[in-house]
């Protein structure tokens, strides 16, 4: 289903500006963000050179495939989309509980009074992304690097005795499932057939994939307290302040859930500098099955977004094809 693509100027925009800001900051300029599937990420620009950013969550501007838009607004699965100004709100509500820098919200608004969508005006964090400043110079952000891993300890040592969405979790609701990994597996079973639907490769290791899939999931333990996570935290969600202070962004999908599973993204995205987030404590065995999990998830994903129109199409190819490589490759190193 093809989703009319709103081109939002100036114009579109100058009355959630002066909400959010006040009548002295006249609005020159408006440039959407790259990289946003989800929501629409703008930048705005004022008289002054002062900047905001603005979220906008409308079915326009999302990538994904809209043919289960029920099954992806179902908060009660920790894996539906991460996306809504509840889910943004509700997050934000935690991590500044927390101590944890997020950039502050000057204006959200729901009841549609300046655009037609939910939307939030949010501070924008001058400077890079952790990500290109870790391609530029990585000693340049160890200190950042020290202070993230202590946000990532402050936030998983945040428990509680369910898993699930934050938001859900506020309101007294409950996750479907019976477990952090019976919700993986049932996710992983199904990127597996859909990846196998798309990709030969896999395809032909698809019941290898299965029984293995079961077999690690078997030797996981039972579980009954979960720490707060990000739930996608690459360095490309990671803004820098100007005092070197690490600043999450994409925090809709924070959640309580095994600790274990932002550790295999971290590992993923991260690379060699993980070395500034490991922690001790981690169960090797959830580890080994979130990880197959996630590759899987690193295929599917990618392939599920391109049945759209989503713009940046050789970019989400090479996620799949890496992440491909690295499933072939996990079961090759299981079978020595």
């Known amino acids: 289903m093809n989703v009319a693509r709103r081109v939002v100027g100036r114009d579109h925009l100058a009355g959630v ?6 009548a002295r900051h006249r609005l020159v300029g408006v440039s959407r963000l790259r990289g946003g599937s989800k929501k629409g990420v703008y930048r705005l620009t004022f008289e002054d050179d002062s900047t905001a950013i603005v979220y906008i969550w409308d079915d326009a501007e999302n990538y994904w495939p809209t ?3 029920a099954d992806a607004e179902d908060h ?5 989309h991460a996306s809504g100004i509840e889910l943004f709100q509700a997050a934000h509500r935690h991590l500044s509980a927390l101590g944890i820098r997020t950039p502050r919200i000057r204006l959200a608004d729901r009841s549609r009074s300046y655009y037609p969508a ?3 005006v949010i501070e924008d964090v001058p400077g890079e992304n952790l990500e290109t400043l870790l391609e530029q110079n990585p000693r340049s952000v160890e200190t950042t690097l020290a202070r993230l891993a202590e946000a990532l300890d402050l936030m998983q040592r945040h428990t509680a005795p369910g898993f699930g969405k934050v938001a859900l979790i506020d309101n007294g609701g409950v996750s479907h499932g019976r477990s952090c990994e019976q919700v993986v597996l049932d996710r992983a079973l199904e990127d597996l057939a859909e990846a196998s639907s798309r990709d030969m490769r896999i395809a032909g290791v698809r019941d290898h994939v299965d029984d ?5 999931a078997g030797a996981v333990r039972p579980r009954s307290e979960y720490g707060l996570i990000h739930g996608e935290l690459g360095p490309d969600h990671v803004l820098v302040d100007r005092h070197g202070q690490p600043v999450l962004i994409d925090i809709e999908g924070l959640m309580f859930f095994d600790v274990e599973w932002e550790h295999v993204f971290l590992r993923i995205r991260f690379g060699e ?9 981690l169960d090797e065995r959830r580890l080994a099955f979130y990880m197959l999990a996630m590759r899987l998830s690193l295929v599917a994903g990618p392939l599920r977004l391109l ?7 050789d970019f989400m190819m090479g996620i799949v094809e890496y992440n491909l490589q690295q499933v072939l490759a996990l079961l090759r190193e299981g079978n020595r």
């Open 17 to 22: 500006a002066r909400a959010a800001l006040g």
């Open 67 to 69: 043919a289960n838009a």
């Open 76 to 80: 009660a699965d920790p894996f539906s």
């Open 118 to 120: 939910d939307i939030a």
């Open 212 to 216: 293995v899939l079961r077999g690690l």
């Open 273 to 281: 500098h993980y070395q500034w987030l490991n922690r001790g404590g």
């Open 307 to 313: 049945d759209g129109d989503f713009p940046d199409r």
